[in-house]
């Protein structure tokens, strides 16, 4: 099982930028896909973005044209760069590795990251 770790979470003012970095400590190429995944206080965890192994992208339509997910396979790391953030984009962020495998597989035996608070107010 791959370990995960998550960074560059913060405090920012809205209209604000950061970049979070998902560190891997395996081939990322190993997976299906990895993928950025939020969970704000009372509500279900959710997609925000997630990328296949070969590239192709997708995000959350509140996200839309304000983030970015990338990936850096020689340095097992994804990223998601987060512009023009909002209020409403507050939440913990997870990372999370998509294994090859069955539905059921890909449902229950995925990797998680701890998770890295960002928070948007002024």
């Known amino acids: 099982q791959v370990q995960l770790v998550e960074s560059g979470g913060g405090l920012v003012h809205p209209g604000g930028s950061l970049r979070l970095s998902c560190a891997a400590s395996?081939?990322?190429?190993?997976?299906?896909?990895m993928g950025w995944y939020r969970q704000a206080p009372g509500k279900q965890r959710e997609l925000v973005a997630t990328?296949?192994?070969?590239?192709?992208?997708n995000y959350a339509d509140s996200v839309k044209g304000r983030f970015t997910i990338s990936r850096d396979n020689a340095k097992n790391t994804v990223y998601l760069q987060m512009n023009s953030l909002k209020p409403d984009d507050t939440a913990v962020y997870y990372c999370?590795?998509?294994?090859?495998?069955?539905?059921?597989?890909?449902?229950?035996?995925?990797?998680w990251g701890q998770g890295t608070q960002v928070t948007v107010s002024s």
């Open positions: 395996a081939s990322i190429l190993s997976y299906a896909a």
């Open positions: 999370h590795a998509d294994p090859r495998g069955s539905d059921y597989i890909r449902r229950n035996f995925g990797s």
């Open positions: 990328i296949t192994s070969g590239g192709t992208t």
